[in-house]
């Protein structure tokens, strides 16, 4: 085993891989390595920053939710109150309805009871005049008397 | 058992394993003492393959990659990428673009150099005995010249960054005034430092040499033990893995840690 220019060759091969394996080889390799690392990373990250938002859109969908709940229950509260309002309304006119008409009844058979009374009346002064007729026919001229019986048919 | 020609003798054998097939500016193919001016094909040859092979899998990955789901090979890649990236952060802490890339090369590279060392001894030579090229070795990183041509490129690396980092003259203090900061210690601390220098690209490439060979040597001896070599040879290769991995992982680690310590102001 002797040393000879073998070396030589070996040591200029060594100086050429390496510098191909500096220029070629290394950099897309560990750039690929560090970029793919640097993806994750990001990927990580935002994977975290999404899961943030997720909690905080849940926690703003449970505000919202307890917003609209309350704001349903106010609603419905005007509306019993409303209804309320109007069955009140509807009452009181109802009432006033009724009390015009019962009025307006008792007028109706106050005039009713008016036109009986007056009707009955000129029967009764007829009836009264035709008895008086009657009785009278026998004693007096009819013409003679009539101003009597009017004034009576006047004070019945 | 390769059963080629001759007289086979069990260090005849071992021998033809620990040869290279040569070539030399001055002899030819397989000369004898040929000088400075020698090539091991066979190391070469499957070292720049292994090494074409990492680069060709990793740009077409890198090519085709993905910052969305990555498929299987991606990520496989993208595994080992990021291991050494894992690496090189925890241990270096400067900016530098070399450091990680080279880090991965030498990573990767010296592994697949290792695992050759899995594949049974004489399948390949064997092949190429039959296409007749005398000799093939087929693990690259049992090759001293190999494993020092790395680390010395690793050295130089070293020193080119301690001088970049700290100056000519930072180097110079770092060699003389450690560890003991005081002028009359200069000698001492120059003869310490120089070895505590030299000793890295040495050991760095030593220890990878050392055992890749022994391994390899371990899978050769295996190999002449006849029908022995079946019980023995599937626990050693398993051992092995384990070798060729933490050996790869350790090559590089060290690369890593001394370079920090280049760029490191104490």
């Known amino acids: 085993m002797n040393i000879n220019a073998t070396l030589l060759g070996q040591a200029i091969a060594f100086a050429v891989f390496v510098w191909f394996c500096m220029k070629y080889v290394w950099p897309p390799l560990l750039g690929a390595i560090e970029e793919r690392q640097k993806k994750i990373a990001d990927g990580l990250t935002q994977a975290e920053r999404a899961g943030k938002d997720l909690e905080l859109a849940q926690a703003k969908s449970t505000d919202k939710l307890k917003e609209a709940k309350a704001q349903a229950a106010e609603i419905v509260e005007q509306a019993n109150k409303r209804r309320a309002q109007i069955v009140e309304e509807a009452k009181a006119e109802g009432e006033t309805e009724r009390q015009k008409i019962i009025t307006q009844g008792e007028a109706e058979v106050e005039a009713e009871r008016n036109r009986a009374r007056e009707e009955l009346r000129q029967q009764v002064s007829a009836l009264a005049i035709a008895g008086a007729e009657k009785i009278i026919k026998r004693s007096i001229d009819k013409e003679a008397n009539s101003d009597i019986i009017d004034k009576l048919v006047a004070e019945l | ?266």
């Open chain 2, 1 to 266: 058992m390769a059963d080629h020609g001759e007289a086979l003798t069990s260090s005849s054998y071992i021998q033809h394993h620990l040869t290279n097939l040569t070539w030399s500016v001055d002899g030819g193919w397989n000369a004898h003492d040929a000088g400075f001016w020698t090539f091991h094909v066979d190391s070469l040859l499957f070292s720049v393959g292994l090494g074409v092979l990492f680069l060709w899998l990793f740009r077409s990955v890198a090519k085709k990659s993905t910052i969305g789901v990555p498929g299987k090979l991606q990520c496989f890649i993208e595994m080992v990428v990021e291991f050494v990236e894992e690496n090189v952060k925890d241990t270096f802490h400067g900016k530098n673009a070399l450091i990680a890339p080279l880090a991965l090369t030498i990573f990767v590279w010296v592994l697949l150099m290792n695992l050759m060392d899995l594949i049974p001894v004489d399948i390949i030579p064997g092949a190429a005995q039959a296409v007749g090229i005398p000799y093939l070795k087929v693990v690259p990183t049992t090759d001293l010249n190999v494993t020092f041509g790395m680390s010395l490129s690793v050295f130089a690396l070293i020193i080119f960054y301690t001088i970049k980092v700290k100056g000519v003259g930072g180097f110079v203090k770092e060699l003389t005034l450690q560890p003991f900061n005081h002028w009359a210690f200069i000698p001492v601390n120059f003869i310490l430092e120089s070895v505590t220098l030299l000793a890295k690209p040495v050991s760095l490439g030593l220890r990878l040499f050392g055992n890749l060979y022994a391994g390899e040597l371990l899978f050769v001896l295996i190999a002449l033990l006849g029908y022995w070599q079946l019980p023995l040879y599937f626990p050693w290769a398993v051992f092995h893995i384990l070798i060729v991995v933490l050996q790869a992982f350790i090559f590089m680690m060290l690369t890593i840690v001394y370079l920090s310590m280049a760029h490191e102001d104490h």
